[in-house]
């Protein structure tokens, strides 16, 4: 065994007793070295075995499963042959765990640092009196600002970016020599995600710790690992630098996937992998990715590939891997542009505030206003007939909250919403008439929790036809066919139960319901987000190919800015529930824009290692907008001085209706943000 | 090796609850519990075909003999046969229990999800009002009750349903919180449909299966209750044999018959941990973690 290597992982296939009595592998003869300073990246999508590899790292099986071959060491122990007590020695001691939400894994109930000094106390050798400097210097390891008052802290009073970090420190606290990290930072906004990334990359600098980094987003993976391992249907597909990995794959399914990622430096729709990976122990004899493949030959079908170097010196499990550069990497898929500005429009939505804060009794019987500032603020948009218009900003941003007032789930303080026909639309659901009802509708962002889990396909689409159109009998069951035909499924699902569908499937039956209603608007609530890229990219494809065909006008929300980008025609950025700046897509996405735009658009994630994202501002989270002045006065890297903390910055209006609220002069933004892209890539 | 396609429901609503009853029989808890229940509702049924003596003839010449062959249980102190009355000990109270369960499940499940559906102020007060009313004795309710409207079946029955009902509002509106919360009610809303709608065909579906196991358990409370009330002499009258009432009855004979108790006992015990095992089987089926409940 070689000595610097870390967790060696050897030949290993995991499974599971299926109910026929067969054995169902999950993971399929793998290998893995992760040596002392490295970082390797475990890349795949849902249920291709990630995480449960990175879990026998640790010596631990999900219940049911078993080692079929294969050993796996960490050092010079075997893991599976430890007892219980020396592998809690080792676990979250020499071998350390960040888990996806550590808002979860945190106890509620104790401070962050009881929490650490716990972890201390059972994997190091400090003294307790050593304790409280030692918690001190972790958390300020981790970069956490003013660590003296972190430590009183509950869990709940930090954010999501600050638990992620306190999660890191208690990982390190027992100077581990490998870190494994699970999908650190999914789920965490952009600007966080690009700081936490920039943490762990340091930390591996600075320690020399191993570190295994299992996530599905190549773009998190780019910025952290020296090697990759792509991971499909339970085996290692393609192995490589991340270079090799990302700049040149020789796997058709890592082709793929760069294929259905949208980035931001492409206004095309990413293009989609079809068919969906093989259940377990379904993939037969032959190559796994067979169905999928663009290049599968004969012998795809017959003869399982091997893992053999390919071109470039990567490890390719592909019998076609030379010819694997035909296929193309990158989006190619055609953006549908509706929009045109002298179209009618479609709803107005005048100058809306939204209040979630209720004003206590008190102060409503001795006749005092409420002057905490509305959560959003001063929405004017007006959509035209058949756009789509992005809303972007970072969780807390209100762009859901926009969704649920015009949908009338929730009332707005102040300000209308009106039909481009003049017709006025009631504030709450339950004052609207079907028909308006029926004119706006939803999607939600998870389809398992926007679909009746004990109603039939059937039973889902007939209740908007029922409501809306009163369908009954047989026009009832053609009409639900061809709304499953238009989002390319068929007459077979309609007796399915939403759980016999795959997250896809669900978001398509979401989408069919809303378009049940022949609507003028749809709001798509971060529809994809609860999706796996490839499964996102099929989704973006349907609602543009819908677009077409419907004429609908979307409203389409997203933290993720190369999604919005992907989809929409114009594009809204939204802080702290007011507006920052509107304008075609394209116009957002270049200079001059508004400093929180560069912001986000400088943090995001690109898969691609030659591309780091640019840190311009903390992450610090702010729980409610500021009473006067900007929105964005306490990050803004470009702040003026007094006039932002005071005064409501102005609209100023560049051509095509691309409007930036700033102080600053759109010209000297322009110079401001022309002259740092000039100058980045000579000092780079 | 090719994996097969999952199989297509044809009725999901049916094939839900065949599933469930499968999955209740193939653990053991449940197929003795299930078996149990079973066989003393067909008892309940059949007993007075298959009785041996008339439930009510006396015969003052065998008081509190001995079982034999004539008499399997021995009789009772004015002579009657102890084994005829325990099988149909159970008539009357599986009778007025079977019919109060379901109401109280019905009334209380409505008013439940109601309360769970609409929240705020409303279901605040209303809540306190059931925590109220859930802090008095049952016993003591259910003597009030029946002292001023009579110990009737007539009275019996929505007297049962309604103490009983109260408990399965707090179950019933939990549960609807679980659910009010997902998306699917929001987009019911959206959609305009009614109040009503959104409680019967969006919150329904998804409470059911906790009404089910809480029914269950109300049905062994309520059995417990009535045959308490026998017992205390405000339940069944006289002849009609009662477990409740036979136990009363015999127990001052305890020492030297202890058959007048040992039937009824038997009887009325068999049936209780019927029904709970069967409760316990169907929770863990479904999914439902009752230790977690509340206990009412």
Redo the contacts between chains.
Sequence with gaps: MNKSSIIEIRDISIGFTGRSG?TLPVLRNINLTVKRGETVGLVGESGSGKSTLALAAMGYLKRGLRILEGTCHFKDQNMFTLGRTELEKIRGGKLGLVPQNSGQSLTPTLRIGQQLTEALRLHSKLKSEQYHRRVLELLTQVRLPDPETVVVRFPHELSGGQQQRVAIAMALAGEPDALLLDEPTTGLDVTTQAHILELLRDLAADTGMAMLYVSHDLGAIAQVCDRVMVMYAGEVVLEGTTRQVLKAPSHPYARGLLASIPKLSDPHLPSALKGRP??P??A?NGCAFVERCGIASEICRSTRPSLASGPGNALVRCHHANLSNRLSMTPDGKKVCNADPNAEPAIYLDNLSIRYSKQSLINRLCGKKDISPATVDNISITLTKGETLGLVGESGSGKSTIL?TV???LPPANGSIVFGDGENLPRE?EQ?C?NH??R???V???PD????????IA?ILE??LK?YFSLTGQALLERSTELLELVRLGA?YL???PS?LSGGEKQRVAIA?AFA?EPDLILCDEVTSALDVSVQAAVLNLLNELKQKQGTTYVFVSHDLAVVRALSDRVAVLYQGRLCEIGPAADVYSTPSHPYTEVLLNAVLEPDPDIRPKLTTDDVVELAPPTQGCPFQRRCPRKLGKICDTENPPWQQKENGHSICCHIAIEQLESMQFEEINIEPASA | MTVSATAIPQNSTLDHFSSILRDVLSRPSGAVGLFLVVFHIILALISPYIAPYDFKEMNSTMMLADPGINHWLGTDHLGRDVFSRTIQGGREAMLVTGIATPVAVIWGGMVGIFFGLVGGRLDEVMMRLVDAFLSLPWILKMLLLIVTFGTSILVLVPTLAFIYGIPVIRIARAATQDVVARDFVSAARARGNSRATIMRRELLPNVLDSLMVEGAMRWSWMLLAFSSLSFLGFGVSPPTPDWGLMISDARGFMSFAPWGVLGPVIALSSLIIGINLTADALAKSLGIDRAQKATV
């Design positions: 067969h093989p259940a122990g379904g037969g649920k949908a009338g789930l659901v609207r079907p009802l029926r706006i509708q939803l939600f962002q998870n929790d926007s679909l009746n889990p004990r109603h039939t039973e209740q908007p409501l077979h007796d399915r139960l016999q319901r209603a």
